[in-house]
């Protein structure tokens, strides 16, 4: 493996998004829509890249995330 490959000196990258909408007609011309989607749906942490400061009180701890907490957007659309 390179030494430069992200995902081999640190733990993994991952998340888990989803949506589900569902459109009413509402006559000829227009459309309504719904929507609701998640953003790290399961509010999984992703963890940082450890300390790599050799001989530092925190050589190899993992302070920090990378990755938002989850967040839920609802919506309504209108097409015309």
């Known amino acids: 493996m390179g030494r430069v490959l992200p995902d081999v000196r640190g733990p ?10 569902k459109t009413f007609g509402l006559n000829e011309r227009l459309n309504l829509q719904f929507r609701a ?4 749906l399961a ?3 992703m963890f940082g890249m450890p300390n790599q400061s050799f001989g530092s009180a925190a050589f190899g701890a993992i302070t920090s995330t990378s990755n938002n907490p989850r967040q839920v957007q609802l919506a309504l659309r209108l097409y015309f």
């Open 37 to 40: 989607e998640a953003f790290n």
């Open 12 to 21: 993994r990258l991952g998340n888990v998004n989803l949506s589900l909408l």
């Open 43 to 45: 509010n999984s942490p």
